[in-house]
């Protein structure tokens, strides 16, 4: 079977990875020359900790607070737009405790499968991306934030992820004896890992060259030709390809693809940002979320860290806004009162287009209408966390075998 995978982010490279070793031709096409999509500029999180989707109780009133704070770190940008209001009109339904408690279980299962994954592919030969599973600290600074801290402990607990603790000002302190913290405490997450995104790409890349998977960059995809429930063609911008399945894996732009055939979904476009410094000693052990600037922190090596955040609901056209990077910056120093840090020039600060779904929970699955196509994207924040998870259950999905985890919570149709 040959299988045309439409995205060539961590997503639809982890499809790629699954469908070429079950023996199937893969062609991968990207409209870039795949080495600049959201899975390079992230945080390199793998995170079953992350089981809170973005839609919460208070998220809608607190965004409206935010949006006359240029530095805030959730905007959404005000605009006379159909998928705008479609997508908000979803979010503010799935802001509530019984969704947010219906989406916890599905986001740990996919989670762990997905570490569980990393996990195998650190163990290959000449595939090293940096995998650690050192554990990742929630830091707070005020007792409100420490609150909300020992609910997602219990929350943590009943999910079964025991290896999750509180630590107070002095055993946050020991964990991170190089490099004092502005806070009062932290949630530690013992099951999370981390990784470097850049490396893990260019390991993945050369891995599926090597098995004969065709990548084929700079080509964008205008066009299905169809033959009754089936795709027949995927029309490019530089031609056609035949296909047998089509995977649809292009982050952000795939509401805009999926449209051409006919199918809505609610998702917006989410900006991030994101620095990095290398050659400077940081003295930073574990990787962090600052929870009050809602910043996350990741030291790849002991010269190398990485500062990135911001949700910003925009349109992929909107410039850059330098204000959402001094955010991140305040955030840091406000947390690491030491650390040597500041807004760099513009061209070096990385910024991405996440695809944020209304409900937190992305889209992995068929739809009735097309029997050959399966659709996965819609990750937001968790598109490097959730990515060779997904990658195995499109395999599952395409060769018609039991998934590994229950993808009703997925269902693409769920709107």
């Known amino acids: 079977m040959h299988v045309v995978i439409i995205g060539g982010g961590i997503v639809g490279l982890s499809a790629a990875f699954y469908l070429k070793k079950a023996g199937h031709a893969v ?3 990207d409209q870039t020359d795949f080495s600049t999509s959201c899975s390079y500029g992230n945080a390199g999180y793998i995170c079953p900790s992350h089981f809170i989707p973005l839609a919460t ?14 530095q805030s770190p959730f905007y959404v940008q005000p605009r006379l737009d159909w998928s705008l209001l479609q997508w908000g009109w979803h979010f503010m339904r799935a802001a509530t405790a019984k969704r947010v408690e219906e989406a916890a279980i599905p986001l740990r299962d996919i989670s762990l499968l997905s570490r569980q994954e990393y996990s195998a592919w650190s163990k290959m030969a000449g595939f090293d991306f940096l995998f650690q599973q050192k554990g990742l600290l929630e830091v707070f600074q005020t007792e409100e934030k420490a609150v909300h801290a020992q609910y997602t402990l219990e929350k943590a607990h009943e999910l079964g992820l025991h290896d999750t603790k509180l630590v107070d000002q002095s055993a946050l302190a020991l964990l991170e004896p190089n490099i004092p913290i502005n806070a009062i405490g932290a ?3 013992g099951c999370d890992a981390h ?3 850049n490396q893990l790409m260019l390991r993945l890349i050369a891995h599926l060259q090597a098995e004969g998977v065709q990548l084929l960059p700079n080509a964008t995809v205008v066009d299905f030709t169809k033959e009754g429930k089936k795709i027949k063609k995927v029309v490019h ?3 056609e ?29 989410g900006r991030g940002y994101s620095i990095t410094m290398e050659e400077q000693a940081h003295g930073v052990n574990y990787p962090a979320i600052l929870v009050e600037g809602r910043v996350a922190v990741t030291p790849f090596s002991s010269t190398a860290i990485r500062f990135g955040g911001t949700m910003e609901i925009t349109s992929h056209q909107t410039p850059p806004r330098m204000n959402r990077v001094a955010g991140i910056v305040k955030a840091v120093k406000q947390f690491y009162p030491t650390l040597q840090v500041n807004v760099p020039p513009v061209d070096k600060v990385w910024y991405g287009y996440r695809p944020c779904s209304a409900d937190g929970l992305p889209y992995i699955g068929k739809l009735p209408s097309i029997s050959n196509l399966t ?4 990750h937001a924040m968790l598109g490097l966390s959730l990515g060779a998870g997904t990658g195995k259950l499109v395999r599952e999905i395409v060769d018609e075998l039991p998934p590994s985890i229950d993808l009703k919570p997925f269902a693409v149709n769920r709107f």
């Open 27 to 29: 062609t991968v096409v």
């Open 237 to 239: 911008s530089g031609g």
């Open 375 to 378: 659709i996965a994207t819609g």
């Open 187 to 189: 949630l530690y997450f």
């Open 57 to 70: 109780p208070g998220i809608v009133r607190q965004g409206l607070r935010w949006m006359l704070n240029s």
């Open 195 to 197: 990784c470097s995104p």
């Open 241 to 269: 390809l035949m296909a047998d399945h089509v995977v649809v894996a292009t982050g952000s732009w795939s509401r805009q693809l999926l449209s051409t055939l006919r199918i809505s979904i609610p998702m917006m476009p």
